[in-house]
């Protein structure tokens, strides 16, 4: 019996996945590449979060989104597991928004960080 959990997220893009685990400082490696699971049992993942216990966290796509792989029994972050992913989910966001606005001719014109955790982003657009 498989001990992997698979959980949803509304992650799509992997450059702006891969970009979010490099600001939170969380070491990944591309895929594809196995997860390590219980009793030897493995999965392919994208993005693949080698942990020190021998069981790893993986990011593996459905098709659709990227979803969080891992035997949660074995988990060995730093945050629990809905704190990672709302963490994960944050600065996915971020990175998203940075790169469509990017791509529609807008640039970040102002940037805060809020107490409360969020980010207030400006961004303009000079028009001829």
């Known amino acids: 019996m498989s001990h992997f959990s698979n959980i ?23 895929g594809p590449q196995q997860v390590r699971g219980y009793r030897g049992q493995t999965r392919t993942a994208e993005v693949v979060i080698e942990q020190d216990n021998g069981y790893d966290i993986g990011f593996s796509s459905n098709g659709q989104e990227y979803e969080l792989v891992a035997d949660l029994q074995f988990w060995q972050q730093a945050w629990s597991v809905d704190r990672f992913l709302n963490k994960v989910t944050q600065r996915y966001a971020y990175h998203t928004v940075v790169r469509e606005t990017s791509h529609q001719g807008f640039q970040i014109a102002e940037q805060q960080q809020n107490q409360d955790g969020s980010i207030r982003l400006v961004v303009q657009r000079w028009s001829s």
Do not use: G
Not at 13 to 28: F, G, H, K, Y
């Open 8 to 30: 949803k997220t509304q992650i799509r893009n992997l450059d702006s996945l891969e970009a979010a685990l490099t600001d939170l400082e969380v070491t990944w490696k591309a």
